[in-house]
DNA sequence: CTGTTAGCGCTTTCAA
DNA sequence: TTGAAAGCGCTAACAG
């Protein structure tokens, strides 16, 4: 008996001794064919498919020392913001040796911490994280990593490598002149479980508001419950319960907004023109309600394309581009909030 | 200079000298802190942390044979269908040290294949794939893997390993049953891109509806374009020009009944009055919309949470409970489809 | 173009 | 309880 098991699987080392050649020229081949003759090529190319071989990725990255995992670290697996960002990062890669991991940190610093520490265990070829309020411990360990750092989905004033997003404070100013042009004043706010990025806009909604004397603290309703259309329907109903003169909200996220507009709907309030509803992201569905909903497009999938697009121009040693990225955003003006 | 370059990055070995012990010492310390003195212990640990050390579990894998690696390949990244099933693994996985590595195969079986032989590459300690469609080479090598294939949200005939979803036939029949039921007769299908699931519940709502003398082939309005709510209009619409006396619709999943229903807003047709609808997986939008929609509720986080178990079950040598799991299905009956 | 040797970072085996 | 040696599958380095 050997001393050690295996894998029980066909190694490079069995390939080669099938096809009477050595490990490296089979190594050699399987990277670049054009580096092996013919001969050998086919011969081996016969072995292969003789012995169902498969390359052992994890054997080849210690070896050479070459991660071939990309990490990406994300709040929540069943948000479409998210979903969109990561189809991006893998239609991206596809195509190169690199894999994508994913972890989903569940809103949770400490969960992220945890995360970011065994991801750099893989020794990845780069690693995407979500937003720019990583622990400090965390962005040590980043800063230290000496790879490709991408923070996604909001730019922040002192990046740890490459920054890629928008400023959640500038959408939110424009949410508000939006409502602020189209007459509205007694602007309510919804939130459901809140990531800085959402904290960021309701901040920035009261700072608008607050100067003009519009701000009234029993127009913003929040909840600790995570985010959905049921709960956008519960913090309308509540919002009207609590100031019902309400002529217009601003709702964290497109959920939400699609939840005040069904509650509206069985309230027989009109909208528009009873109330005004915006919401956050664009979500595919905005445009089909009826009426249509207005939102702010945030480029979600362009992020990741960005991401990996940053990712491979490092790794090919090229200087950075930029190391702060803004993809802005565009408020889509619809029924929602069109008066007149 | 040395040999070769290496990670750079503290290793084991850096770790014992820091600590003054065997390099086996610090690795059975990382595995289980009992099979260690209290002394080296708390030395050792001072000397992780000292160096900033992190395990490569990629080394720990090639060494062991031992793989961390759970692979999930899946039709879609953007389709919360799949994103629920996702997230129940991430968190089934959680605390234990496996990884997921997710593929998407874009509803594509070349795709798929490829992904499964890259997969396998990396002597994952268990796979899951979406559906019983894969080609038969596929078959062949998850066959021959040796590992746990778990097969999720379809329930076939002949799994290859483990088989963990439902009868797409009988939730179709069900479907039409209730519509008819509740005296709707002229039912229109709608749907978008479609995957084998897909199919076999349209082909379903033929089989029932023909011998009743109730099929009308200009009811059913099919397009290749990836489904969406504006899609759902789209259908809509069309429907309503080719077969205006229809009173009912199957949705082929929910984003197209949500359109349905807002074409039909748009248009005045009132819901359920003049128009059944009902969608398939039950999203959570679906109890708020107004009126709420009657939906086929699949539960697909369940389904990710069992194909864990059957894994880590399997993985522990204990023989398999049961090689098929069918875990059903739930007609939610809403106001969209409650007359009278 | 091809092969030999050593070693990636960790764990198994065997021994003390 | 601890350690030395060997090897997991592959590739970098240095030949030839």
Redesign the interface.
């Known amino acids: 008996m050997g001393k050690?098991?295996?894998?029980?699987?066909a190694t490079i080392t069995d390939v080669a001794e099938h096809a009477q050649v050595g490990a490296i020229t089979v190594s050699r081949m399987l990277r670049d064919p054009t580096k092996v003759s013919d001969k050998l090529r086919t011969r081996i190319e016969q072995s292969i498919n003789a012995l169902?071989y498969?390359?052992?990725?994890?054997?080849r990255?210690?070896a050479s020392?070459q991660a071939d995992i990309i990490g990406v670290l994300i709040p929540s697996?069943?948000n479409?913001v998210f979903?969109?960002t990561?189809?991006a990062i893998?239609d991206g890669v596809k195509g190169t040796p690199y894999?994508?991991?994913?972890g989903?940190t569940r809103y949770d610093t400490q969960e992220e911490d945890r995360l970011i520490?065994?991801f750099?265990?893989?020794?990845p070829a780069a690693l995407i994280v979500a937003g720019i309020d990583q622990s400090e411990k965390s962005i040590q360990?980043l800063s230290?990593a000496?790879i490709p750092i991408v923070q996604i989905y909001e730019i922040g004033e002192d990046p740890i490598d490459i920054s890629i997003g928008l400023s959640h404070i500038e959408a939110s100013q424009a949410m508000i002149e939006h409502l602020l042009e189209q007459d509205f004043r007694k602007i309510g706010y919804l939130a459901a479980r809140m990531d800085p990025r959402m904290e960021r806009r309701l901040e920035t909604y009261r700072s608008k508001l607050k100067p003009l004397d519009l701000y009234d603290p029993t127009r913003v309703i929040l909840t600790d419950k995570s985010s959905?259309?049921?709960c956008?329907?519960a913090l309308m109903r509540q919002l009207l319960e609590n100031a019902p003169d309400t002529d217009a909200v601003v709702c964290a996220n497109d959920?939400i907004a699609?939840?005040a507009l069904?509650?509206c709907?069985?309230q027989g309030i009109s909208v528009p023109d009873q109330m005004g509803l915006i919401g956050f992201n664009d979500f595919?569905?905005m445009?089909?309600?009826?009426p249509s909903l207005t939102s702010v497009r945030t480029n979600r999938y362009k992020i990741g394309e960005l991401a990996v697009d940053s990712i491979f121009q490092r790794l090919k040693g090229e200087a950075p581009t930029q190391k702060k990225i803004d993809i802005g955003f565009e408020l889509i003006q619809r029924d929602s909030t069109t008066r007149g």
Do not use: C, T, W
């Open positions: 050690r098991k295996g894998s029980g699987r169902n498969i390359p052992d990725p994890k054997a990255a210690l020392g697996l069943s479409i979903a969109d990561l189809r893998h894999q994508v991991l994913i989903n520490s065994l750099l265990g893989h020794r360990l230290d000496g959905s259309v049921n956008g329907r959920d699609l939840g069904f509650e709907q069985s595919e569905m445009s089909a309600a009826y």
